[in-house]
């Protein structure tokens, strides 16, 4: 037995572990279990059934018993009342009930399918602006103090409260990988309406409670980066004007008295990436690299386990500028 054991680990298993390590010690990604998910998807080119894919199944199930139901009590798609900011009707929209796809509400600031594409691994199979009723867009989803004080999350609000997003369609088989993926958010079921009025049921990824903060002003770069995209996908004007009419953030006197006595980095030694992956654990602290700059950090502060000892000038920028992440950790 042990050795029909070997010979089926020697054949079957070793081969593909290797080649998983290898993948992930060269890409090395911020979280790494969702990077072999699909890596491991990809390879074998066939979706890993997991508990929450069973999950699926039976959800799918209910949501068909569901419909027959609704049929049965004369409950019809445009009996939905339309969002008082939705943009123009179209009529001609066809339905967007697929069998088998899935639903997830992109809110904002990254509405670009291309980016959900890129960021997850796999293709959507279609997409449509939605609106969620009873939910709102909040700016407590904790950012980078002095800088960017809070990024934006959903959270549940009043009757008259809304949030309209992107509505991208994925296999029921992929959506454990996209929630494998979303590691520091929350996968919450609700209820989505077209602007054509159309219901549907989909998933919007909130915020988890240990990322939370008080809600605070945003940057102007991250108030303006959701104010394009929401434009790009077309939202309603009015849903965009009450975006960019949200206040931002102005450093105060003092932070802007500390930034201009930050030294040059000409008056600093000279660290390589090399010495600076050496210096990932020190104990309470950690070092960072960005813009030039080495830093030391408490790691308590540091909400990317990946980010200790390394560059993060590449990453930051990408962000910075809204554009889909690079690989790599950049220089």
Known sequence: ?????????EGKVYPIVEKLVTKTLLERPDLPVPFMV???????????????????????????????????????????????????CSSSNPSIMHEGISWCLCTGPEFDVSAFEFQHGFQSTCSVVAVA?????????????????????????????????????????????????????EMVPMNLSTYDGQSFCGYAFIAKSHAIVPEALPSARHLQSFVRGARKVG????????????????????????????????????????????????GEVCHVSCLGYVMRVPKAKVFVGS??????????????????EAAGKGK
């Not at 037995?1 to 680990?9: I, L, P």
């Not at 009419?245 to 802007?256: D, M, N, R, V």
């Not at 390394?310 to 889909?324: A, K, M, N, S």
């Open 235 to 282: 939202l309603s004007e009015a849903y965009v004007e009450q975006l960019g009419a949200h206040l931002t953030y102005e450093p105060s006197a003092a932070t802007l008295k500390a930034r201009r006595h930050i030294p040059s980095s000409e008056s600093l030694p000279k660290v390589t990436c090399v010495e600076l992956s050496g210096m990932s654990d020190e």
């Open 38 to 88: 699909k890596w491991i998807a990809q390879e074998t080119n066939n979706p890993i059934p997991t508990p929450q894919h069973l999950l699926l199944h039976d959800i799918r199930g209910l949501q068909m018993q569901i419909g027959e139901l609704e049929q049965r009590l004369g409950i019809v798609a445009d009996s939905v009342p339309r969002s008082p900011m939705a943009g123009p």
């Open 133 to 185: 009723r009873g939910w709102r867009l909040s700016f407590c989803s904790k950012g980078v103090p002095l800088v960017e004080p809070a990024f934006a999350t959903v959270v549940r609000g009043g009757d008259t409260d809304e949030v309209h997003g992107l509505a991208i369609g994925v296999q029921h088989e992929q959506l454990p990988m996209v929630k494998a993926h979303q590691a520091n958010f």
């Open 1 to 9: 037995m042990a050795k029909e054991h070997q010979e089926y680990c």
């Open 307 to 324: 980010h200790q000892g390394t560059d993060i000038t590449q990453r930051v920028l990408y962000e910075w500028r809204g554009l889909v």
